[in-house]
T-cell receptor, first 117, second 114 residues
Framework: AQSVTQLDSQVPVFEEAPVELRCNYS??????LFWYVQYPNQGLQLLLK??????LVKGINGFEAEFNKSQTSFHLRKPSVHISDTAEYFC???????????????FGKGTLLTVNP | DVKVTQSSRYLVKRTGEKVFLECVQD?????MFWYRQDPGLGLRLIYF???????EKGDIPEGYSVSREKKERFSLILESASTNQTSMYLC?????????????FGQGTRLTVV
């Protein structure tokens, strides 16, 4: 079984400041890792994902994340945030490969990023 | 673009009613999911289906059932709605392909049980 911990429930920052949203996971097997974003009153949209290979993953809207296997972390970063980045961000994991329940995503509890002018 | 459509954005139902939440996807995805989203709890999986007529319980299936008679449609059923089922419900779908890993989400249905 996997679990995901998002260490901060809320992160307030000022516009153009850098931001890091933290995510740690627990799993007895290797995992695929994801970050999703949810804008107000909308569904979830994929920001980026790590399957294998390079540990630095770039996503949409200028976000990137780094997979650290030894620390079981997958922190999300952006060097300069905009007002429009205000949203809730979810880290998620699933086992690699195919087959039945391997397709289930396990989510963290979310981090609300608020970007202030 | 993949589209996952949930039949209602907002629903208000009375305690004890039978409630149907409908979800349709247009990309021939094998997998479909129902999640419940509550503040401070994130998304929790209620049920998922990896094929027509196939279903598996997620983490919080109590009080819910599902139906998947056609590949594109996955219905969540609240047999007898209760106030503790007031929540945001999100449907998602994905391919059965180890490398095509993205799950696509609908806009959500905000259900209020009074």
């Amino acid at each position: 079984a996997q679990s995901v911990t998002q260490l901060d429930s809320q992160v307030p920052v000022f516009e153009e400041a850098p931001v890091e949203l933290r995510c740690n996971y627990s799993s007895s097997v290797s995992v695929y890792l994801f970050w999703y974003v949810q804008y107000p009153n909308q569904g979830l949209q994929l920001l980026l994902k790590y399957l294998s290979g390079s540990t630095l993953v770039k996503g949409i809207n200028g976000f990137e994340a780094e997979f650290n296997k030894s620390q079981t972390s997958f922190h999300l970063r952006k060097p300069s945030v905009h007002i429009s980045d205000t949203a809730e961000y979810f880290c998620a994991v699933r086992p690699p490969g195919g087959g039945g329940s391997n397709y289930k995503l396990t989510f963290g509890k979310g981090t609300l990023l608020t970007v202030n002018p | 673009d993949v589209k996952v459509t949930q039949s209602s954005r907002y629903l208000v139902k009375r305690t004890g009613e039978k409630v149907f939440l409908e979800c349709v996807q247009d990309m021939d995805h094998e997998n479909m999911f129902w999640y419940r989203q509550d503040p401070g709890l994130g998304l929790r999986l209620i049920y998922f289906s990896y094929d027509v007529k196939m279903k598996e319980k997620g983490d919080i299936p109590e009080g819910y059932s599902v139906s998947r008679e056609k590949k594109e449609r996955f219905s969540l059923i609240l047999e007898s709605a209760s106030t503790n089922q007031t929540s945001m419900y999100l449907c998602a779908s994905s391919l059965t392909d180890g490398l095509n890993t993205e799950a696509f989400f609908g806009q959500g249905t905000r259900l209020t049980v009074v």
